[in-house]
């Protein structure tokens, strides 16, 4: 199984468009837009993000993982997954 | 406690009876007991009746000596004994023994300045004949409601907005902004409403109508003149104050209850009302089946305590989404949290068991800085002082330990509270709630967006803040802010007076005393908020009368089981009807396609955060309202005038004016 970054990118997208965008239609949603300074998702939905990402990809995020740095916007989340991904394959 | 109503013509025409009992109909829930009608020309006032005091001779409307001033009166004075001495020592009749009584002939007396004298509760219309005037005044703090209309120069009054709308002369119609702030604040802020030229009258205020023009004043303002230290006195003074304010609210010909929530402070206007009541004191509480929300331990250990015969009313979710369209029709307003249903059902067992007044601890909240928003208040300025620290960000995870989802995703919250507004911005202390609240307006229609054309509900309140506000500290400002955007449009009103009234059962409020508040507002903020400390001299006090545990225990913010109520196998039918495509695209406020995926995600179990509880919860209690008041046109069976126990009209107004 090899999923590339675009793909995840793209799942990504996907369940947060569906899940949390689904009230604003004509948001433009760009691959670093902050996901709580723009209002798409709140730190309860971040858990639920983290949720998908555990489900979705089979990573598991450390306690001190859950940070903006790896879950605050679109490419942040796909570095974080990738980077676990290819981090557990190497192992 | 009961209900008012009237309208005033700006010409000749008269005001029919048949209006007035029309109008009195709609609210004949808050005065079960009797009810009664003063006809005089162009100047109706009508009034239903909760009997509590003077059981005998205390109907109305009621009419000075000469017949001059005549009052229709919500409410109740507590120091009305005095006022009554030195009315007579300048020459009044009295006839009953009641505190309405008092208000007429204190008007006649002093005038406007009457309102200052005044301690208690109350919303009142005073018709003068000799020029045809009505004044009308609220109390200091919004217990009491008071609702208005100018159409055309007539004035039409009441205690609630469905009493205007029987006279069958004012469109029901929704008032953009006023859905929009309540969108943004939890409730339209006075003298806004949800409804289209209908005004609240604003806490501390009055109005005088004749001929066709209403003019306003302010007569009680909020001040808070912070001492640099706290008085030597200051527990005694507390002590005195609220020993008389319960004291004062104990005053009744029928016995007196109390709401215990097992929190710091109804338990202590419980422990005091048990000693100074004539009879066993009862008390009520809501329980929940849902652990988060029950607090039934301590309510039994303080029912114990002060030897209280405790009745409780059980709640779960079937329980708020049954009673929810009946909770919207007696708010008159949308709501952005179900938290007032379980009052509802409260004042009904309260009235079952007979008991027609309760004292509850509302106010202590926002006197002795309870709430978590103080606090928040607090840990958001020290953390901004330094931003990078994060040992500073730690302390958001102690101050709201519950939201925490098994300590993980700390950071997020921490972002949010530290993201929420600088510090500069007069509003900095309420920008979390207001930003989280007006997230529901992500679910707007473009039609919906158009119609509030560019207002902008923070910048008006931003632009309506008194000049004194920029003297107060952060934490006073915050006092203040609360007080005028929550608790009076939406605490003392959805939560309070329409829950309770709605079973004829009168809610009175030893914190709302207005010496107290003026001994709170007046102490240093480190005797209120002690680091995370919340009610800190009030602890200090409670420890003579209640237990340790009860004394010490930390605030439990009041919530309700919220949008999964209305989905499952048992949900009503009335849900799927309101959140059905047809009816939300017929209303037009929120968008079909975004609620559908609201829908969804409820359904499916999925809308777990606020954002999304209080988008549904506000939707749900939306579309109600619009059923309720802007589709139905619901009209009541008008109350018989020949039953009534007062008709007063101008003959014998007139004749009283001869005597």
């Known amino acids: 199984m090899n999923t590339t970054d675009t793909e995840i990118r793209s799942r990504i997208r996907s369940y947060i468009t569906e899940n949390f965008l689904y009230m604003r239609p004509d948001f433009a949603l760009g691959d670093d837009d902050p996901l709580l300074e723009r209002g798409i998702v709140d730190s309860m939905g971040v858990m639920e993000v983290l949720q998908f990402i555990e489900e979705e990809f089979g990573v598991q995020a450390a306690d001190d993982e859950i940070t903006e740095e790896n879950l605050n916007s679109l490419d942040a989340i796909t570095r974080f997954v990738s980077g676990k991904r290819s981090h557990s394959y190497a192992a | ?659």
Not at chain 2, 304 to 323: E, F, L, M, R, Y
Not at chain 2, 371 to 377: A, P
Not at chain 2, 563 to 568: I, K, N, V
Request: net charge neutral; charged share 25%; glycine share 8%.
């Open chain 2, 1 to 659: 406690m009961c209900g008012i109503a009237g309208v005033a013509r700006r010409g000749s025409e008269v005001v029919s009876v048949d209006t007035l009992a029309r109008m009195a109909a709609a609210i004949r829930h808050r005065g079960p007991d009797g009810y009664g009608f003063a006809v005089n020309g162009r100047v109706g006032l009508a009034h239903v009746r909760l009997s509590i005091v003077d059981l005998v001779t205390g109907a109305q409307p009621l009419a000075n000596e000469d017949g001059r001033y005549i009052i229709t009166y919500n409410g109740e004075v507590y120091n009305w004994r005095d006022l009554r001495r030195e009315l007579e020592a300048r020459g009044h009749v009295f006839r009953t023994l009641c505190d309405t009584e008092v208000l007429v002939h204190g008007y006649e007396e002093w005038g406007v300045s009457l309102l200052n004298r005044l301690n208690g509760q109350f919303a009142f219309a005073i018709h003068d004949r000799a020029d045809d005037s009505v004044f009308l005044a609220r109390d200091r703090f919004g217990v009491r409601p008071l609702f208005y209309s100018l159409q055309h120069g007539n004035l039409y009054f009441g205690s609630e907005i469905k009493a205007l709308l029987a006279s069958g002369e004012i469109e029901a119609a929704a008032d953009p902004r006023g859905l929009d702030e309540v969108f943004t604040f939890w409730a339209a802020r006075p003298p806004r409403t949800p409804f289209r030229d209908v005004s609240a009258l604003e806490p501390g205020t009055y109005g005088r109508w004749r001929d066709g023009g209403l003019w306003l004043g302010r007569y009680y303002e909020l001040d808070y003149p912070e001492a640099g230290e706290e008085h030597v006195d200051a527990l005694q003074q507390l002590d005195a104050l609220l020993c008389s304010g319960v004291d004062f609210r104990m005053r009744a010909d029928v016995p007196v209850g109390g709401y215990l929530s097992g929190g710091l402070d109804s338990s202590i206007t419980c422990a005091l009302a048990a000693r100074s009541s004539p009879y066993t004191l009862r008390t009520f509480s809501v329980t929940f089946d849902d652990p988060r929300f029950d607090e039934s331990t301590y309510q039994k250990e303080v029912a114990a305590a002060v030897g209280s015969q405790h009745a409780i009313q059980p709640i779960d979710a079937s329980a708020i989404a049954a009673a929810f369209p009946d909770v919207i029709r007696h708010a008159e307003s949308p709501l952005v949290r179900t938290a007032p249903v379980p009052m509802y059902l409260l004042a009904r067992l309260v009235r079952d068991a007979g008991v027609k007044v309760v004292l509850t601890g509302e106010g202590s909240d926002e006197l002795f800085l309870g709430y978590d928003l103080f606090k928040e208040v607090a840990v958001r300025r020290f953390c901004l002082r330094r931003p990078q620290s994060t040992a500073r960000g730690r302390l958001f995870d102690r101050l709201y330990p519950y939201l925490m989802q098994g300590n993980r995703g700390g950071e997020f919250w921490r972002r949010f509270f530290l993201n929420a507004g600088s510090m500069s911005d007069p509003l900095f202390s309420h920008l979390p709630r207001f930003q989280l609240t007006a997230r529901i307006k992500d679910f707007y229609t473009d039609g919906f967006r158009e119609a509030l054309d560019g207002a902008i509900p923070l910048q008006e309140l931003r632009s309506l803040l008194p000049v004194r506000f920029y003297g107060w500290s952060p934490l006073n400002r915050a006092a203040y802010l609360e007080m005028v955007t929550l608790l009076s449009p939406y605490l003392l009103s959805a939560q309070g007076d329409r829950m309770s009234m709605a079973h004829g059962v009168e809610g009175r409020y030893p914190f709302l005393d207005h010496r107290l508040f003026e001994l709170a507002s007046a102490l240093p903020t480190g005797s209120r908020l002690r680091g995370l400390r919340e009610k800190e001299i009030l602890r200090r006090w409670a420890s003579r009368v209640l237990p340790p545990r009860i004394g010490n225990r930390r605030k439990q913010p009041y919530r309700a089981p919220d949008a999964p109520s209305f989905f499952g196998a048992g949900a009503p039918a009335y849900v799927a009807e309101m959140l059905d495509p047809a009816t939300i695209s017929r209303i037009g406020v929120f968008s079909a396609p975004a609620v559908a995926g609201l829908v969804r995600r409820c359904r499916n179990g999925q809308a777990a955060g606020f954002r999304e509880n209080q988008a549904l919860v506000a939707i749900l209690s939306t579309h109600l309202w619009y059923s309720e008041f802007l589709e139905q046109a619901r009209t009541a069976t008008p109350l018989d005038v020949r039953g009534a126990d007062v008709l007063l009209h101008e003959a014998e107004s007139a004749s009283l004016m001869i005597a």
